[in-house]
């Protein structure tokens, strides 16, 4: 089976410093799909950034960016220019391309302080 | 479009009461998910669908079933519920597998078994 780990239980940064948030994956699969997903204390879970396996560039989505590293099993998210709006849990989750599963980490919980 | 919505918002059940959460979307997607997500965790699969009249399970399926009779529709029935803190289940739906497509979750219903 996948697991997903966040090592990272709990996180806080400055307003408008940067910040980055780890996650692990153990799977046995070449091609795959990698999300973070955002959980505001409203609850509602919003894609933050997707990444494909099979494509060696990292992706961005305006202050929100990864660092893949496929052979170490590694995807973590780096925030720039942290907001008060970023606070709240973020989920690292895989998604196998063969399969129909698809795998939480634990979250980290992201403080942005004033 | 109102996206994925779920009812109820929020349930207070007795120990081996049932209840139907219900999950509708009006994007036109096959594929569609239930999630659980208990304190301090992250999401689960319990159950999914690739299509109107097809299901399968997920990674934590007992105690659930599922059906798919439209391809709006996607309700999770709840058997027999054992006491358990406040959990909160999910509902999400996306126009192909996980992969390929993004997944867009329902606000969720917040459920507390006494």
């Known amino acids: 089976a996948q697991t997903v780990t966040q090592s990272q239980p709990e996180m806080s940064v400055q307003e408008a410093e940067t910040v980055t948030l780890s996650c692990t994956y153990d799977?046995?699969?070449?091609?795959?799909?990698l999300f973070w997903y955002k959980q505001p204390p409203s609850r509602q879970m919003i894609l933050v950034i997707r990444?494909?396996?099979?494509?060696?560039q990292n992706a961005t989505e305006n202050r929100f960016s990864v660092n893949f590293q496929k052979a170490a099993k590694s995807f973590s998210l780096k925030i720039s220019d942290s907001q008060l709006g970023d606070t709240a849990m973020y989920f690292c989750?895989?998604?196998?391309?063969?399969?129909?599963?698809?795998?939480f980490g634990t979250g980290t919980s992201l403080t942005v302080i004033p | 479009n109102a996206g994925v919505t779920q009812t109820p918002k929020f349930q207070v059940l007795k120990t081996g009461q049932s209840m139907t959460l219900q999950c509708a979307q009006d994007?036109?997607?096959?594929?569609m998910s239930w999630y659980r997500q208990d304190p301090g965790m992250g999401l689960r699969l319990i159950h999914y669908?690739?299509?109107?009249?097809i299901t399968d399970q997920g990674e934590v399926p007992n105690g659930y079933n599922v059906s798919r009779s439209t391809t709006e529709d996607f309700p999770l029935r709840l058997l027999s519920a054992a006491p358990s803190p406040t959990s909160v289940y999910f509902c999400?739906?996306?126009?192909?597998?996980w992969g390929g497509g993004t997944q867009y979750f329902g606000p969720g219903t917040r459920l507390t078994v006494l």
């Open positions: 999400a739906s996306s126009y192909s597998r």
């Open positions: 799977t046995s699969e070449s091609n795959y799909y």
């Open positions: 990444q494909e396996a099979y494509k060696q």
């Open positions: 989750a895989f998604a196998s391309n063969t399969g129909n599963q698809f795998y």
């Open positions: 994007m036109n997607h096959e594929y």
């Open positions: 669908s690739v299509g109107a009249g």
